[in-house]
């Protein structure tokens, strides 16, 4: 017999606005106790001293965060020149320290050596993991972390303030994998002056918009309120993490043969075309998720929205 799952059947995201000094993982707890949902996970950890956006999914939800997670990130953030630390941001010591200040013009020399593709090295406080250890558990007992350096995609990196010679502001657009505060450690070094992150908020993942983000104090209220429905008002659809794939509109009776995980013709004159991830809806309901392959889509991801 199986055992009955606590909590209730609740499906969709939630897109917090992840307060300052909360892990990634506290906040999937709070939003989870909040919506009493029987599954929770996140899309793009943050860290603690980071705040923005954090979309959390919720029951079925689960199955789309890795699209979620490949989405496009947008930030920003504040460097301070003058000093590097060993987390390359204020939690931890300064390692290097420099009296040189760097001019607006010498930064904005720089940014375009951030465009494009770039070869990154982690910071060695990062969730990465070392032999199935994280790096920052590694380095915070004090043994020495070196990480590869890897290849990220920046689309986008201005200077769009600067509040006095030690203090620059920046906002940045990227793909996976992106590291800010090493962003802010290599500038500085480039720039002969070091430098380190104070202040960091995430301001889009993917199609998870600042503008219809939601703080914790608005979803606890939700949750303590009469209203029975105030919880379900801040939910936005499953499929919503899956805007950059395309729609398949199926028939009742596809939408049953890929809810049993069997492969369906796709009708249509580009269904030969279509090649890739793609999603099936049926009456405004989410069915499958799958691959598309020589006109046809082969389900890899049922839900079970009822």
């Given amino acids: ?165 030690a203090t620059s502001v920046f906002e940045a657009e990227c793909g996976k994998g992106t590291y800010v505060r090493a962003l802010a450690r290599d500038m500085g070094r480039l720039l002969g002056c070091f430098g380190h992150v104070i202040a960091l908020r995430r301001t889009r993942v993917g199609p998870f918009e600042e503008a219809n983000a939601v703080t914790l104090e608005a979803i606890q209220a939700a949750a303590q309120s009469d209203d029975p429905n105030a919880t379900d008002k801040i939910l936005e659809p499953v499929e919503l993490a899956l805007a950059d794939l395309p729609e398949l509109l199926v028939s009742q009776s596809d939408a049953a043969s890929l809810a049993r995980g069997q492969s369906v013709l796709i009708r249509g004159r580009d269904a030969p075309i279509l090649e890739g991830p793609a999603f099936a809806t049926s009456k405004g309901r989410l069915i499958a998720l799958g691959e598309l392959d020589k006109g046809a889509l082969h389900p890899t991801r049922v839900f079970n929205l009822g």
């Fill in 1 to 165: 017999m199986s055992r009955r799952k606590k909590g209730n059947p609740v499906h969709g995201w939630v897109i917090l606005d992840k307060p300052l000094n909360m892990t990634s993982t506290q906040a999937v707890g709070a939003i989870r106790r909040a919506f009493n949902a029987q599954k929770a996970g996140h899309a793009g950890t943050l860290d603690p001293l980071a705040t923005g956006i954090l979309p959390i999914a919720l029951g079925e939800a689960t199955k789309t965060v890795p699209y979620a997670v490949d989405g496009e990130k947008a930030y920003r953030f504040t460097v301070r020149w003058g000093a590097e630390t060993t987390t390359d941001d204020t939690e931890g010591p300064v390692t290097n320290a420099s009296e040189t200040r760097p001019t607006r013009a010498a930064i904005e020399a720089l940014l375009p050596q951030f465009h494009g593709e770039v070869s990154q090295v982690p910071p060695a406080f990062s969730a990465i993991k070392i032999a199935g250890e994280r790096a920052y558990d590694l380095a915070r007992d004090g043994e020495e972390v070196i990480l590869a350096a890897r290849t990220v995609v920046i689309e986008r990196l201005a200077l769009v303030d600067q509040p006095d010679d």
